[in-house]
């Protein structure tokens, strides 16, 4: 009997469909004749905290880095213990005869599976199976073709190479960065990765070049030429903006009044309806219409695939439908009806034709995933109004793809004077196709103010003279970027090669993403960019306006950090080199061991960088008064998070100074001094720290704790009269 381990419930369900024999469903799995398919939910482990190797980890100690981790662990995630339990059980059933690694069609979805079966310890034969299209069809097909799972080891080791690399990177320079910007006075914790660190970088950029960016004087001249009793617009082209109003005077003399010899060239275009949403796509539109954060539209999208099961998975990068998806598109049409159920939907799909396939359906351009769209299922529970909009969003998007595309006529005509070409361009709609029931998508880009024709472009002719009649010069400036919209910052992501000058990193970063439609030279995935999003938010590196239009700003703390840090981390060339390494690894030129020793040598170095940098300071409030420590005078107090919660320490604890005061809304309580010089009582609990005399906060009281409490000993004693009351 073979198990199927799927990467997600929706495919599990898909796979048994796909496969022949009785039904019968149990807790966490499906059995299908001779097969048993179970799932899990995503990732169901995740690498070990640092204290999981040893103790002494749970302290952020610039001496224990880089952690020394000879093996990684893999632990339960809390809330998948159940599902991952069950998973095991049924490996080591003696039933089961082989494992089938069914997870995602790349190395994430690779790893995910061999995560489970390597935890199992299990000796069982492992096989493998692709899956893209979840119709029983193809699923049958693609179960036929099932390989050794040895057949993927190179693909196995890249996904745990980077995965691992990424904590390497990001739980060391998180610490250290931390630990030396605590010394100097910094509060709270400085984060640093791969992907979040070079996206605080683009902010940061894009920042700088607003901030300081200086307008400059141009001119353009906009022509009005007279032919057949009208006057056509048309603007000079140049190749570089018109600095001097000189130069655009000498223009203006030299061509008004002078005949212009037309040319004119006519082009037939379509414009297709847009794409179905991947979830990238989706979270810009969700920002950009309803003022969603991404983190918003991903849970959103999470609610209504996992309870409401509307739609298809929904961390997808790509937006492209399998093929076999054409043949079920009317019976989605039908569900879409009855889930939305009101007029707009309806005229939409009554005026839809599910005998056009549009440029979606293409089995080529699918990559792990598919594009996100509503399922075959009817929505039992309510939707709340947040899961409304954005359901009918991806409902619209679908059936939009049953609409023929919009026809329309481009005319361009090129005015020359003196060697001198003035241009304009005139676009007419031939047919709306989807467009005349679909008003709601941007337009194409109007012409320059000033610019439009009412003469119809098309009825000239090559050859026709027209006459300059006048010429305009407009004064004009030079405008930069605007501040990041969460919309725009979205979309950049996944584009960042763009701004790359090295054209090596930038050649692999497009490399990359050669085999994803949508993606060219992105950083982060989909599935993972909201949530980086959120932890520069959270760290206070990046704030959001709390408008609709949710600008994207980076803070004084995150210019700092950006400032202080390497190029290496701050823009996307460590994702570039690490990619060319994992081409290595996957095709086995490589060992994974190896590129993890690399990646530790460099936080070696990075390490010792910022040990050496006397100027490595970083705090969130240059204003904010520092307090200096009653007990050393030497360091200043710093509020820190505990086991117990927030208390203040001082930064000299490292030389010596024990310094300790509780928390009292944000400043620290001189009345609760722990007195940790005291050494008179021994704690009786844990046998290494001593009793502390503490006043409560109402200032009532006293009682006594452990010095000893930051690493776990919870001792507590009432006060009796100066002494613990044991």
């Not at 208390?647 to 300790?660: H, L, M, P, T, Y």
């Amino acid at each position: 009997m073979r198990l199927f381990i799927a990467e997600k419930p929706e495919l599990g369900r898909a796979i048994a469909e796909g496969l022949d024999g009785n039904y019968k469903s149990g807790e966490g799995y499906i059995q299908k004749g001779d097969n048993i398919v179970t799932w899990a939910f995503g990732h169901i482990l995740e690498l070990a905290k640092p204290e999981e190797y040893n103790e002494k980890y749970k302290l952020w100690k610039l001496e224990d880095l880089p952690l020394s981790i000879k093996e990684f662990k893999y632990l339960p995630k809390k809330d998948s213990e159940k599902q991952l339990k069950i998973i095991c059980d049924l490996i080591h059933s003696n039933k089961i005869t082989s494992i089938v690694n069914c997870g995602d069609a790349d190395d994430e979805g690779q790893i995910l599976v061999d995560e489970i079966v390597q935890y199992s310890k299990t000796s069982k034969p492992v096989f493998r199976v692709l899956i893209n299209d979840l119709t029983p069809k193809a699923v049958r097909e693609e179960i036929a073709k099932i390989k050794p799972n040895t057949d993927f080891k190179g693909m196995s080791e890249r996904g745990f190479a980077r995965s691992q690399a990424d904590w390497i990177v990001g739980m060391n320079l998180t610490r250290a960065y931390t630990a030396i910007a605590q010394k100097n006075g910094f509060e709270g914790v400085l984060s640093v990765g791969r992907v979040q660190t070079p996206i605080l970088g683009l902010v940061v950029a894009r920042d700088k070049e607003f901030e300081t960016f200086k307008s400059i004087d141009y001119y353009s001249l906009l022509g009005d030429f007279e032919i057949n009793s009208n006057i056509i617009k048309a603007r000079l082209k140049t190749e570089e903006k018109i600095l001097d109003e000189n130069i655009a005077k000498e223009i203006k003399n030299s061509c008004e009044n002078q005949s212009a010899n037309i040319s004119l060239k006519i082009e037939n275009k379509k414009e297709y309806p847009p794409l179905p949403y991947n979830l990238l796509i989706l979270q810009a539109e969700c920002a950009k219409i309803f003022g969603f954060s991404p983190d918003k539209t991903l849970q959103i999208t999470q609610s209504l695939r996992e309870k409401h099961k509307a739609i298809t998975y929904n961390r997808s990068d790509c937006q492209y439908l399998p093929e076999t998806m054409f043949e079920e598109a009317p019976k989605i049409l039908n569900c879409i009806k009855e889930n939305l159920n009101n007029d707009e939907i309806k005229t939409l799909i009554s005026n839809s034709d599910t005998t056009i396939k549009s440029k979606a359906f293409n089995d080529s351009n699918i990559s792990a995933h598919y594009g996100i769209i509503p399922t075959q299922n009817k929505i039992s529970s309510q939707l709340t109004q947040d899961e409304l909009y954005v359901y009918d969003l991806i409902a619209k998007r679908f059936i939009i793809q049953f609409f023929n595309p919009r026809e329309y006529q481009t005319s361009t005509i090129n005015l020359e004077i003196n060697q001198r070409i003035f241009t304009a361009t005139q676009n007419k709609t031939i047919k709306n196709g989807f467009r005349s029931l679909w008003q709601n998508i941007d337009n194409d880009k109007e012409e320059q103010d000033g610019d439009k024709n009412e003469y119809d472009l098309s009825s000239l002719k090559d050859g026709d003279i027209a006459k300059c009649s006048l010429i305009q010069i407009e004064k004009k400036q030079t405008k930069p970027r605007p501040y990041y919209t969460m919309t725009t910052l979205l979309k950049d992501l996944n584009s960042v090669a763009k701004y790359v000058t090295d054209e090596r990193i930038k050649k692999l970063l497009i490399e990359k993403d050669k085999d994803k439609k949508g993606e060219s030279g992105g950083i982060g995935t989909p599935a993972t960019r909201s949530n980086h999003l959120k932890t520069l938010i959270d760290r206070g590196y990046i704030e959001v306006s709390k408008d609709k239009k949710q600008v994207v700003k980076s803070t004084k703390k995150g210019k700092n950090l950006i400032a202080l840090s390497p190029k290496l981390l701050t823009t996307p060339d460590m994702t570039a080199l690490w990619f060319e390494q994992q081409k290595m690894i996957e095709t086995l030129e490589l060992q994974r061991n190896q590129f993890l020793e690399e990646v530790t040598k460099e936080v070696i170095n990075e390490i010792q960088r910022i040990s050496n940098n006397e100027d490595f300071k970083i705090l969130e409030d240059e204003n904010k008064p520092k307090i200096q420590c009653p007990q050393c005078n030497k360091g200043f107090l710093t509020k820190r998070k505990g086991k117990y919660g927030y208390f203040w320490g001082c930064s000299e604890f490292k030389e010596g100074c024990k310094a300790i005061y509780a928390d009292n809304k944000g400043t620290p309580n001189f009345e609760t001094k722990q007195t940790n010089n005291d050494t008179t009582h021994k704690c009786p609990q844990c046998n290494k720290g001593f009793l502390q005399r503490i006043k409560s906060k109402n200032g009532n009281k006293w009682w006594w704790g452990c010095s000893e409490f930051k690493q776990g000993c919870k001792a507590m004693y009432y006060d009796d009269n100066g002494k613990p009351k044991i």
